[in-house]
């Protein structure tokens, strides 16, 4: 029988994925790859809503790749590519933005953020319609299960609504997807802001671990971790966020339990918990760090992993492509 299809990606964009990439969508799509049929992507096509520059977007797009790999998606268990260089999804997307309501679009609060946040002079068509490119994105591959924060939840309603209309309009074309909440993942938040998830577009780069951070860098930013006043380890993200985020990571990257945890630390002091927090996270991000760099040096190798991805992609975005089109009339 054959594996439930997930689609996931994550644009090329910034300097480098940061932990919170990591620990909450990287190490699921790891794990996927054992009993499922993962199509992962890195979404060059998205990043462009905003501007991008060309020589930082094409670096960024092969550091995204070289990150999923060293991270350890595995291009023959999984289907790694990148999406401009599948022209279906351009395509199919089109088709979905014939069937996507104009006052549907609108209330997409993502779009209705990011515009109030640039301001109606550089807030462009592409922002608007992003979300029928995510539509398209997920349906050519006959996706079950698609891997989704908060943030990509009622995106993924649409596409949702969007397979369901079109199936009805013209036949049975689509697989309907459904959300898949993630068993082993970690929302992380900032280290200065621990009630803000870390992100890349964060206020300070301190409260941020990147991928590609220098391994005494990540353990500095640790050690100046926003905590509080009291000297207890103990978990309670209401009352002690930052205490909680350090345990949550701490947990996700060992394996062991917040219980665990707090049983070890327990009369010892938050400069202990900090201390063995950046070597078990220098342990865990140095090697990725070194495989990512690896990978850049040999650009021609990366690019023919992707091309090969890429052939793989096209081959089942452009058959379910051309059953689309031959149904709308095309
Ligand atoms: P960013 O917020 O840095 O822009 P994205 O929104 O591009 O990151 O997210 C890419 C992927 O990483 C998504 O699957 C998202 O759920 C996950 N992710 C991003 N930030 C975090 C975080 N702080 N904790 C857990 N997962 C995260
Ligand atoms: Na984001």
């Keep these: 029988t054959a594996r439930p299809v997930v689609f996931s990606g994550m644009q090329p964009s910034g300097d480098s994925l940061h932990l919170g990439n990591y620990l909450g969508a990287l ?62 999804h351009a395509e199919l997307a089109w088709v979905l933005g014939t069937l996507t309501g104009f006052g549907e679009a609108s209330r997409m609060t993502q779009f209705k953020d990011k515009s ?17 490119l995510m539509a398209a994105d997920i349906l050519l591959y006959g996706t079950h299960l698609v891997p989704v924060g908060d943030d990509q939840r009622q995106h993924l309603e649409l596409t949702r609504d969007l397979a369901g209309r079109f199936n009805s309009r013209y036949g049975d074309t689509f697989v309907v997807p459904e959300a898949m909440i993630p068993k082993e993942s970690a929302r992380i938040y900032d280290l200065q802001e621990p009630t803000a998830k870390m992100s890349k577009s964060a206020a300070s780069p301190n409260g941020l671990i990147n991928l590609m951070d220098d391994p ?49 630390y327990d009369g010892k002091g938050y400069g202990d918990l900090k201390k ?21 040096e040999d650009p021609a190798e990366l690019d023919r992993l992707l091309a090969i991805g890429a052939d793989k992609a096209s081959e089942r975005a452009e058959r379910t ?10």
């Design 27 to 88: 190490v699921n799509w790891v794990a996927l790859q054992d009993d499922h049929d993962p199509i992962y992507c890195v979404v060059d096509l998205h990043a462009i809503t905003v501007p991008q520059e060309p020589e930082a977007m094409r670096e960024a797009t092969r550091r995204t790749a070289a990150q999923y790999l060293a991270a350890g998606v595995d291009p023959e268990r999984s289907t790694l590519f990148v999406q401009s260089q599948v022209p279906a």
């Design 216 to 264: 005494k860098v990540i353990a500095k930013r640790i050690r100046s971790a926003v905590t509080d006043t009291e000297r207890e380890v103990r978990y309670d993200p209401q009352a002690k966020p930052g205490i909680a985020n350090l345990l949550d990571i701490y947990a996700t990257v060992t394996g062991r339990t917040i219980p665990e945890l707090e049983a070890e």
């Design 276 to 296: 063995d927090l950046a070597e078990v996270v220098v342990d865990r991000v140095a090697p990725i760090r070194e495989r990512t760099l690896e990978l850049m």
């Design 321 to 330: 492509l051309a059953t689309a089109y031959d149904r709308v009339g095309f």
């Design 116 to 132: 109030s946040r640039f301001g109606a002079e550089s807030t462009t068509v592409g922002l608007f319609t992003y979300p029928v």
